[in-house]
């Protein structure tokens, strides 16, 4: 792998959170430098570049005179995900609606739509969960409000990755529902929109918990408790 410093470390960023969140790189996986850089043919300056990136965006942990590891999901960390979703994306939404109902632009959140649209045709489930993420920060991007929308970049790796472990969930309801969004958004009616967002996360909550549990049970080699064996 080739190409100038700042491009290469974020090339190397993309590689290591897409071996992350499809688990080819696994939770709690100490991230070996020298192993890496090995296999990427590259120094280990790039790759130190791109370790600070992956840590803020919530993928890895790194512990001090230590290497960095793979972050490891729990029902706490999920929890603490749909906790900031609800205030962030829902405060949001009725702004966005607000700033519709002023004249603002929908045609980036009516796009993320339709990518959301053409990723359940394709099957790719990766494409899926990032469409879906994509989605909520076009979301958040039609309120104008550029920390909003700082704060929903920090938190949307961890997204991809969580809709990418409980992919199992029908992602067929999460579009119907993002219509629904969309539609308040469009609307212009800020209540609407804040009702809409809040519940789509809500009610998501508790089946991403049993997925998540599920996923995490595969990735131990342990059996679905919830289905005979």
């Known amino acids: 792998m080739t190409g100038p410093g700042p491009r290469l470390s974020s090339q ?3 590689i290591l959170r897409r071996q992350i969140i ?3 790189l696994r939770q709690g996986e100490r ?3 020298q192993r890496l850089a090995e296999q990427m043919a590259v120094s280990r300056i790039p790759l130190r570049e791109a370790i600070p990136k992956l840590a803020s965006d919530g993928f890895i942990q790194s512990l001090p005179r230590r290497s960095a590891v793979v972050s490891t999901w729990s029902e706490e960390s999920l929890n603490d995900l749909f906790d900031t979703r609800l205030a962030l994306e829902t405060a949001a939404a009725g702004r966005a609606a607000a700033r519709v109902a002023a004249g603002a632009s929908t ?3 009516v796009d993320a739509l339709l990518l959301t649209e053409t990723a359940l045709a394709s099957g790719d489930e990766l494409a899926m969960a990032e469409a879906n993420a994509q989605f909520h920060q076009s979301l958040v991007d039609t309120a104008q409000n550029q920390l909003m929308s700082s704060l929903m970049r920090a938190t949307s790796g961890r997204m991809v990755w969580l809709f990418y472990l409980t992919r199992g969930r029908d992602f067929r309801v ?5 219509a629904t969004i969309a539609e308040a958004v469009c609307s212009g009616n800020a209540r609407l ?3 809409e967002v809040y519940s789509h996360i809500e009610i998501g909550r508790v089946p991403s918990v049993a997925a998540l549990a599920d996923a995490l049970r595969e990735h131990d080699g342990l059996p679905d408790r919830r289905r005979p064996a």
Do not use: F
Not at 174 to 178: I, L, N, Q, R, V
């Open 12 to 14: 190397i960023y993309e």
């Open 22 to 24: 499809t688990g080819e």
């Open 31 to 33: 991230l070996a430098e």
């Open 107 to 109: 045609d980036a959140l």
């Open 174 to 178: 999460a579009c119907s529902e993002h």
């Open 193 to 195: 929109a804040e009702a």
